[in-house]
């Protein structure tokens, strides 16, 4: 035992491990770390940003609401202060001024429809986002107490009015300032005007009328809305017109409120206000008072002579004045070289529009045919898309844009003015509809509804046709555009053969003609639709409203072409029945009203008020069928209204807001 504990105490201890003391973390828990910091620092990057940007779409988003808020109330303002009910003028009693919207080809439906497009096997429709742009409403606003319109026009017309109060002729030296710098006047009235327009390739103006289109999507690359507040000041009038100066400057003499030659001039340089003008002097029809109107923010007409023909003379409107649609902004007669008439007449007057828009040139991908409906040319065709004044107000007539009379880029009336008309940028649609209390909103066997501006309705027309009959009741009544089933970028596009859209197929049922019975007459002959006797063919002219017709908002030549159609609402005048002029058919040629460009020499004129009965009438006498001219719908509508689009570049964010215009009763 005593040898065992020797043995123990003696045994050689075992060797101990030495502590190891590190100082750092090793390599791999480094690259832990960081792989885990680089995904913290990544989390909150992207939180934070996800804020960034939530933060700049709520921004955005309230950009676009405020701006849309305020020119929906500012449009709400001004239709609440027309001066006129929407009552069409059937009587001599004539309105205090005037209401009326013009509807262009395009519709909410035609982007979707002629632009759609094949993306990885599925049908996308990249364009949807642009609605109906090329609309037009106009009316006389009166201003709620002290708020009056303002406007700028030259000094000299203040002038000039001054020295006739004081019994001496007109000497700008007489007078403090420049004649023509823009001084700031007041009126309780004002002719008010909103479109839309898009940005031109300038150097094409004012020959070639083309949208700027970058990606050539055949769309417009940035559209502008505009209001145009035009004063309503008779009494700036000096012996009854606002008398016309000469005034140089830099050098060279222009001219100030006068417009240019009608029809046209085939020498000289004092037809437009530059010379450079000169190739192009058949064109003053047009835009001949385009160059007044960025002289000024008064509301101008031509003054007429003897014979009724426009002269260069202008004068300032009154409220009765502009119950006459030739006395308004951007209203023109066209002469008959261009609309092809007898060289005795003119039309009645229509918008001063460019040609129509390139999206309806567009085809289908299946065949090449084209979406939209003939154009002019196509002989005795019902629907069709003339190539005469179908698209926007004419480019001159945008403050700053007028290329044919800015004679200098600094002065205050050349491109100086340029926005000052400008409500919206980026603007996608201006969309005004008429309630048509017949337009129907069709249900389809899947159970969707589809109303007349959605793209799917002419598919919904036929879904409907389809069914045995006694068919279901459809619901009644809905803005529509006007004169919507044959518009020639709507979903229906008239009862013709039409592509439903770029892509469908060439077989039935997406090709053929809408069936033609009494149940589909009842959904296309409606309150506004402008049909009157559709019959499902392909050349008679008998389809539209008469009143359509003696308006000369239809226009149709002695050869079966339709040279002029433009689908208005216009509350119109009694004037032309009394006025000393021939309107009417005076060759007894074509179809549609025309302005007689001679006196008359016997008594065969102003029929409608000559209170004897003729033999244009089996009825009484000055009934509705002696008149020359018409309201181009007759039917007083409830309300209309009108939408307006706007996108905010940055972000692609879209906004839409609407107002209601309900007539007052």
């Not at 518009?487 to 809408?514: C, E, H, K, N, Y």
């Amino acid at each position: 035992m005593i040898d065992s504990i020797y043995t123990v105490l003696h045994r050689p201890m075992a060797k101990q491990t030495p502590v190891v003391r590190r100082d750092a973390f090793t390599l791999i828990e480094m690259m832990v770390a960081m792989a885990v910091t680089l995904l913290l620092m990544a989390a909150l990057g992207r939180g934070f940003a996800f804020i960034g940007e939530t933060i700049r779409d709520s921004r955005a988003q309230v950009e676009l609401t405020n701006e849309l808020r305020d020119i929906t109330n500012r449009l709400q303002t001004d239709l609440a202060s027309c001066t006129v009910s929407l009552q069409p003028c059937l009587t001599p009693n004539e309105p205090a001024g005037y209401f009326m919207y013009s509807e262009g080809p395009l519709t909410d439906a035609t982007s979707s429809l002629f632009l759609s497009e094949i993306v990885d096997g599925s049908v996308e429709t990249p364009h949807s986002r642009y609605g109906d742009y090329d609309d037009y409403i106009a009316f006389t606003a009166v201003a709620a107490g002290d708020n009056w319109f303002t406007g700028k026009v030259p000094r000299f017309v203040l002038d000039q009015k001054t020295a006739q109060f004081n019994n001496v002729a007109y000497d700008a030296a007489n007078f403090g300032g420049s004649p023509w710098d823009p001084v700031v006047i007041q009126s309780k009235y004002a002719e008010i005007v909103y479109f839309a327009s898009p940005d031109y390739v300038r150097e094409q103006l004012p020959t070639g009328i083309n949208p700027i289109d970058f990606d050539g999507n055949s769309l417009p690359d940035n559209i502008r809305l505009h209001r145009r507040v035009l004063l309503i000041r008779p009494d700036l009038n000096v012996n009854g017109a606002i008398t016309s100066r000469d005034f140089t400057i830099n050098g060279v003499s222009y001219p100030f409120m006068r417009a240019d030659q009608w029809p046209s001039i085939t020498a000289g340089t004092n037809e437009t206000v530059t010379a450079a003008a000169a190739p192009i002097w058949g064109d003053a029809w047009i835009y001949g008072m385009a160059g007044v109107h960025q002289q000024c923010d008064l509301s101008l007409r031509r003054v007429l002579d003897a014979n009724g023909l426009p002269t260069r003379a202008v004068a300032a409107n009154s409220l009765s004045d502009l119950s006459l649609p030739h006395n308004r902004f951007a209203h023109v007669r066209v002469p008959p070289t261009v609309a092809g008439l007898p060289n005795d007449e003119t039309t009645m007057p229509i918008l001063a529009l460019g040609p129509p828009p390139p999206v309806l040139n567009r085809v289908s991908a299946v065949d090449g045919v084209r979406l939209a409906p003939p154009i002019s040319g196509v002989n005795a065709s019902v629907v069709i898309t003339p190539n005469l004044m179908s698209g926007f107000i004419r480019p001159e007539f945008v403050l700053g844009n007028n290329f044919t009379h800015r004679f200098s880029p600094e002065d205050a009336w050349g491109l100086e003015r340029s926005g000052e008309d400008v409500i919206a940028t980026n603007a996608l649609a201006l969309d005004v509809k008429i309630f048509d209390r017949d337009a129907a909103m069709l249900t389809t066997l899947r159970g969707q509804t589809v109303r007349a501006s959605d793209p799917g309705y002419r598919e919904a027309l036929r879904d409907f046709s389809n069914r045995p009959t006694p068919r279901p009741i459809q619901v009644r009544g809905d803005f529509v555009d006007l004169m919507f089933p044959v518009l020639a970028g709507g979903p229906v596009r008239g009862w013709q053969a039409r592509r439903f859209d770029r892509l469908a197929p060439d077989t039935p049922p997406s090709d053929g003609p809408i069936v033609f019975d009494a149940d589909m007459i009842s959904l296309l002959v409606t309150e506004f639709s402008g049909l009157f006797n559709y019959s499902g063919t392909l050349t008679t002219l008998t389809a539209y409203q008469e009143s359509l017709y003696r308006s000369g908002k239809i226009v149709v030549d002695a050869n079966g072409y339709i040279r002029i159609f433009q689908p208005t609402f216009d509350t119109s005048t009694f004037h032309y029945e009394h006025d000393g002029f021939l309107q009417g058919l005076p060759a007894g040629s074509g179809k549609g009203t025309r302005w007689s460009m001679v006196a008359p020499i016997n008594n065969n004129y102003d029929l409608g008020a000559s209170g004897i009965n003729s033999a244009t009438s089996n009825f009484a006498a000055d009934n509705f069928f002696e008149r020359e001219t018409s309201p181009p719908f007759l039917t007083r509508p409830e309300s209309i209204q009108i939408t307006v689009r706007v996108e905010n570049p940055t972000n692609r964010q879209v906004h839409q807001m609407s107002v209601v215009h309900k007539d007052r009763q």
